[in-house]
């Protein structure tokens, strides 16, 4: 007779359900924190942008392409304008940004947007300014320089506006003629040619020396602008 068939033990056929369920139970749990950390993402870039009026829902490939664009933009237009300033400020004679022991900011030392990009992304440096506080601290420098231009420019124009006082003028008439003393048209005349000998002197000045006819003076209202500025921001 024919040997009847052998039924499998119970344990064995329990086991290949429970090996399916996990299985399966893999790649949700792995899906799951894949999400997770999607949503830790999105929050992290939602608190740094802390502008809750901007409704971003995902972080998209073309959004981390511009994010990156922007980034680039701000690093190369706040270089270019960090030696600009310093230019400038070479060419009036002022002080300039030295290295020192601590809080150095990148940007002002960075020849190029690549070398910028370096120091604000990668970890924080020992005696350089973490990338945030850098990027203010440049910002701050910038708008001073912009308002301490203005004051310059100010003083170096009153300066020589100063020069060309009607009074003034007269003061170097020491010595009057007769002719100058009866015919008033006379003392006209030499004035008048004073005028075009001071002319031609701060005109002769400025082509030989910019910094003696205007410099002095832009200097010296920069930097006191500057100063009542940066003491304001401190206070």
Do not use: C
């Not at 369920?21 to 894949?34: K, Q």
């Not at 992290?44 to 511009?66: D, H, I, N, S």
């Not at 990156?68 to 009036?92: C, F, H, N, P, Q």
């Not at 910094?211 to 920069?222: M, N, S």
């Amino acid at each position: 007779a024919p040997a009847a068939p052998v039924a499998p033990p119970l344990g064995a056929a329990g086991a290949a359900p429970a090996a399916s369920g996990a299985a399966g139970a893999a790649p949700a749990a792995s899906g799951a924190a894949d999400a997770a950390a999607v949503q830790a993402l999105l929050a992290a870039f939602r608190e740094g942008l802390a502008t809750p009026t901007v409704q971003v829902e995902a972080l998209t490939p073309a959004l981390m392409k511009l994010i990156g664009e922007l980034l680039r933009e701000s690093a190369a237009g706040t270089v270019d304008l960090l030696v600009a300033r310093a230019a400038l400020k070479r060419e009036i004679r002022a002080e300039s940004t030295m290295i020192v022991a601590k809080e150095n900011n990148p940007l002002k030392f960075s020849p190029s947007a690549e070398a910028a990009l370096g120091h604000l992304l990668a970890p924080p440096t020992r005696g350089f300014m973490p990338a945030a506080p850098a990027m203010r601290d440049a910002y701050d420098d910038l708008r001073a320089h912009q308002y301490g231009f203005v004051a310059g420019m100010r003083a170096a124009l009153e300066g020589v506006l100063e020069r060309f006082d009607p009074a003034r003028l007269e003061g170097t008439l020491t010595q009057r003629s007769a002719l100058q003393a009866i015919l008033p048209a006379a003392r006209k005349a030499r004035l008048w040619e004073s005028f075009n000998e001071l002319y031609t002197q701060i005109r002769s000045e400025a082509q030989d020396d910019f910094h003696t006819v205007f410099g002095k003076a832009f200097l010296k209202a920069y930097e006191e602008h500057i100063d009542q500025l940066q003491s304001r921001g401190r206070g």
